[in-house]
């Protein structure tokens, strides 16, 4: 197999193994609260998490991805031009990159939580002018974590760049079983939703301690002797303050590495959060706490399958990255022969996770029966969303920029302009085929952009047969895809 597909295997493993924890013990957590909180506890309580992961978008904007794709680039242009470009004189700077992203990161962050304290405020104050202290604080009490993820972020993108997503997701899972607990105990003993809130809002600080202080007292090591070299002339050119710079040389190149490449990410993921969140909120304020509660359980079931393609398609974006840098034809091959697969297979795939999740829970949640019946119609996005995703990182990695960020935008109005008609119209269903819309959209937007730019041949057939090369792929990866595991040789 070769060495670059073993690695997307064995990244995509623990992703994948990652994400699936996480979303195990978040919805251990959900059951938590839904027996002891009851559906309109469970929806105010997550409506007010929704009112503030919306202004996640103002953390994230891209620099996740615009990290990983700057180093890379610096990477590539090190190893071979030698000296050609201030990232490669300066020895690419990893540390100076990160700490420009974390300090845009925070001050997203603290904006955040400004518009958040104001519409807290309002929310808080009635039409008398009484102001109750209650409400207020239960809206401020998961701001800690805009900050938390900041700094979460930050060294998760460090552990992808550097091949490390085993640590990143091991310090993510302590992070998260640390908010779990805590918050369980609590409502356990009885605690309001504020104090819930507030126990659930801090892992990121943990994970992040735990991966800069294993980076710290882990001797780094060089990517190349070429690089070593340059690193080593370069000695006396590297001395400049690790202040952050507006205006020196080094400083002009490393806002412009980020922002070049930040803005594609940051509007996307942007249209990805108001899919995420708005259809809680929206159901929260047109069909009650209640109403809401019993969503929250079905969308929490549903992004399950989502999860998995996200996962994945995090751990392939770095080789995504080098391949559109070294070997851009590939990349053709890669994307057809997933787009094939999944489209052959993705609804069966889905419709079983959620099937299997669903007779696990109704047993023991017989209440939520409305919320389990919502399952199917979430299918089509479910299928969307998977066909869709590794086009788009495809896209990227080829920068193109600007049509992936129109699909985006217009998946977003669309889903924008039906969200609030479909739930007046047909309630709980409604808001689920609203949120149908934007995958669906998004997919069929993407797939002719790859189509255009021959990214997929225009005389490609998603339902057609595979090429000789995407089925010479999907049989290596089927025949080891266990190669990927610590414990299987190939």
Known sequence: MPKSVKNTLRNSFFQTFGAFTITGLNFILILIYAHLLGPEGLGDLSTSQAQVLIWVTLVDLGLSSALISALTLAEGETLTEGESSELARQGFRTQDLINRVLFIRLVGASVGSIFIYIFSWQHATDVDGVFNEEIFWQAMAYVPYLFSVALMLTADAYCKFRGRQGLGVVSVL?????????????????????????????????????????????????????????????????????????????????????????????????????????????????????????????????????????????????????????????????????????????????????????????????????????????????????????????????????????????????YLLVLIPLTKLFGLVGVALASNTFPIVLFICVYQVAKRYEILPKDFRISGSYTYQEARMVMEVKRKSLGFLPFVRT
């Open 174 to 414: 302590i992070g998260v079983l640390a908010t779990v607990l805590l918050p369980a105990y609590l409502a356990f003993q009885g605690y309001g939703i504020t104090y819930l809130l507030l126990a659930q809002s801090w892992g990121g600080i943990l994970s992040a301690f735990i991966i800069w202080v294993t980076f710290f007292l882990t001797p780094t090591r060089p990517l190349s002797e070429n690089l070593a070299e340059s690193a080593t002339n370069c000695r006396e050119s590297r001395r400049i303050s690790r202040k952050l710079s507006f205006s020196s040389s080094w400083g002009i190149t490393a806002w412009h590495a980020l922002t070049k490449d930040a803005w594609p990410y940051a509007i996307t993921f942007g249209a990805v959060v108001l899919w995420q969140r708005l259809d809680l909120i929206t159901a929260s304020h047109l069909l009650g706490f209640a109403e809401a509660g019993l969503y929250v359980l079905a969308v929490r079931l549903s992004a399950v399958p989502i999860l998995m393609a996200t996962s994945v398609g995090h751990a392939i974006f770095p080789d995504l990255q080098r391949v559109g840098r070294d070997a851009p034809a590939k990349v053709v091959i890669y994307i057809g022969a997933f787009t094939k697969f999944l489209f052959r297979y993705g609804v069966l795939i889905g419709a079983g996770i959620l099937l299997f999740l669903s007779g696990l829970i109704y047993p023991f949640f017989p209440k939520y029966k409305v919320a389990l019946e919502l399952l199917p119609w979430f299918l089509p996005g479910i299928w969307a969303y998977w066909l869709h995703s590794f086009i788009v990182g495809g896209l990227f990695s080829l920068r193109r920029y600007r049509d992936v960020v129109l699909s985006y935008i217009t998946a977003a109005c669309v």
